[in-house]
């Protein structure tokens, strides 16, 4: 298991504006690019063991998607799928990068899977980790969240705490630190996080997934799928229904790892995208 440095705060140093609101980003190392996309409710932190891994010999790019993790949080924001691509556009440009590796994790996945497909933006190589990409999604606390929303978002603090707790431990296998806890709630926490949580969890819809799976079959570069074998959010049978729809992609299944593979397993993480560049080079 890699080790993991633990800073006291995880916070992305870039800043990129995207009309208007503020989205926190990082680049490490050089090389050919790499960018890695996170999923719900997490942030750029699942990525803290592999950026130094994979920055030995690529220039690494990550970033909070917008709501989330460092990146601006504020009353009456679109945080969903629908604007997630959007934001991943202006991004590749601001980064000037047209054809990079692309890793995503859960949304993230979604989010390059519609940024390709909906946006026309090429890659050289997309590695997935038990992404969103069918319909119908949800787990049992973002349905019943969404059918009551407002009172979850009234939750005493304490409450919403120990919710978030039970979510965030149900995605793993492996027992989190303390600190990598607090890595995961803080962006979630006070009166302005615990709104932007539910806020996100209320703009979960299916139409986004319904929008692109049926195109799977136009993705224009080699495709890597990477489950965890215990994923108890998105279970491993439906990820051998998505392979089914990406016939010329590669599917690998990660022993002993639950929903949250960057975490559970961030060698098996490296180790996929690696072996997806250097097929490549072949």
Same mark, same amino acid.
Request: net charge negative; hydrophobic share 35%.
């Given at each position: 298991?890699?080790?993991?440095?633990?800073?006291?705060?995880?916070r992305?140093?870039?800043?990129?504006?995207?009309?208007?609101?503020?989205?926190? *980003?990082?680049?490490?190392?050089?090389?050919?690019?790499? @960018?890695?996309?996170?999923?719900?409710p997490?942030? !750029?932190? @699942?990525?803290?063991?592999?950026? #130094?891994?994979?920055?030995?010999?690529? %220039?690494?790019? *990550?970033?909070? &998607?917008?709501?989330?993790?460092c990146?601006?949080?504020?009353?009456?924001?679109?945080v !969903?799928?629908?604007?997630?691509?959007?934001?991943f556009?202006?991004? =590749?440009?601001?980064?000037?990068?047209?054809?990079?590796?692309v890793?995503?994790?859960?949304?993230?996945?979604?989010?390059?899977? %519609?940024?390709h =497909? /909906?946006?026309?933006?090429? $890659?050289?190589?997309?590695? =997935?980790?038990?992404?969103?990409? &069918? !319909?119908?999604?949800?787990?049992e606390?973002?349905?019943?969240?969404?059918?009551?929303?407002?009172?979850?978002?009234?939750?005493?603090d $304490?409450?919403?705490?120990?919710? /978030?707790?039970?979510?965030?431990?149900?995605?793993?296998?492996?027992?989190?630190?303390?600190?990598?806890?607090r $890595? *995961? &709630?803080?962006?979630?926490?006070? !009166? %302005?996080?615990?709104?932007?949580?539910?806020?996100?969890?209320?703009?979960?819809d299916?139409? $986004?997934?319904?929008?692109i799976?049926?195109? *799977?079959?136009?993705i224009?570069?080699?495709?890597?799928?990477?489950?965890?074998?215990?994923?108890?959010?998105? #279970?491993?049978?439906?990820?051998?229904? &998505?392979?089914?729809?990406?016939?010329h992609?590669?599917?690998?299944?990660?022993p002993?790892?639950?929903?949250?593979?960057?975490?559970?397993a961030p060698?098996?993480?490296?180790?996929?995208?690696?072996?997806? /560049?250097?097929? =490549?080079d072949?």
């Open positions: 298991m890699f080790e993991s440095s633990t800073p006291e705060t995880w992305p140093p870039e800043t990129f504006e995207f009309r208007g609101q503020e989205i926190r *980003y990082g680049v490490s190392g050089e090389g050919e690019p790499v @960018v890695l996309l996170h999923g719900t997490f942030s !750029s932190v @699942v990525w803290r063991r592999i950026v #130094p891994q994979l920055a030995r010999k690529h %220039r690494v790019h *990550y970033f909070d &998607l917008l709501g989330y993790g990146s601006e949080q504020r009353e009456g924001q679109d !969903s799928l629908g604007v997630q691509n959007l934001v556009t202006e991004l =590749l440009d601001h980064w000037g990068l047209d054809s990079p590796h890793v995503g994790h859960d949304f993230g996945g979604t989010t390059a899977l %519609r940024t =497909l /909906l946006d026309g933006r090429d $890659y050289r190589s997309l590695t =997935l980790i038990d992404p969103v990409a &069918l !319909s119908p999604h949800g787990s606390l973002v349905r019943t969240a969404r059918r009551h929303g407002d009172a979850f978002t009234e939750l005493p $304490y409450i919403h705490e120990a919710v /978030l707790r039970a979510y965030i431990g149900g995605a793993l296998r492996r027992p989190l630190s303390e600190q990598e806890m $890595y *995961y &709630l803080e962006p979630w926490t006070g !009166s %302005r996080g615990q709104a932007a949580f539910y806020r996100q969890v209320a703009q979960m299916d139409r $986004y997934t319904d929008e799976q049926d195109r *799977y079959d136009e224009r570069c080699p495709v890597t799928l990477l489950w965890g074998e215990q994923d108890a959010w998105v #279970p491993l049978a439906r990820g051998r229904e &998505l392979a089914e729809r990406m016939p992609a590669e599917f690998g299944v990660v002993a790892a639950g929903h949250l593979v960057p975490d559970d060698e098996a993480v490296v180790a996929a995208v690696l072996d997806s /560049l250097h097929r =490549l072949r």
